[in-house]
């Protein structure tokens, strides 16, 4: 997550810009909430589209990591658009909480980043230590050598 993160800063960036430079946005909260949809939306169509093409974001191949669905398949865009919007619950109930409890400082990173520990952490009580977005959803990541064999079938080592 932490390469994926530096891989989106720069798509995240220029998609700023670009939403800056086009609607003359000279003041940072100047439209400000039509900039976190715009790059809500930047950020689906990165995720989906890799997603649905060979299942890899940039990052992914690097790891050589595959998204796949229960049978081995690519996923389809509405598996993708569930698991995009279903995966930002690993910060959005943290965010929400520290909004509504009107946390300062260090509350305000800590609730999120909580957040983020407990949702990592159920993947541990699952008996496939598949991430909740992804049981909800019906995928799973799978190594790239594991993607090779056919049919899921084992291979001699």
């Avoid at 976190?36 to 950020?43: D, H, I």
């Amino acid at each position: 997550m932490v390469y994926e993160s530096m891989l989106l800063f720069g798509v995240v960036f220029l998609s700023g810009w670009l939403f800056s430079t086009l609607l003359q946005q000279r003041h940072a909260l100047y439209l400000r909430h039509l900039m976190q949809n715009w790059l809500f939306l930047v950020l689906a169509v990165y995720f989906i589209w890799f997603w649905t093409h060979r299942g890899q974001t940039l990052a992914m191949k690097t790891w050589r990591i595959k998204l796949v669905g229960r049978d081995g398949q690519d996923i389809s865009w509405r598996k993708a658009l569930c698991r995009y919007l279903l995966a930002w619950m690993w910060v959005l109930p943290g965010l929400m909480l520290a909004w509504a409890l009107g946390a300062k400082g260090w509350a305000m990173v800590l609730m999120p980043a909580a957040n983020v520990l407990i949702w990592g952490m159920a993947a541990l009580f699952d008996r496939d230590r598949q991430f909740l977005h992804d049981r909800i959803v019906g995928t799973r990541l799978i190594g790239m050598a594991e993607a090779a064999k056919p049919n899921g079938s084992k291979q001699p080592a």
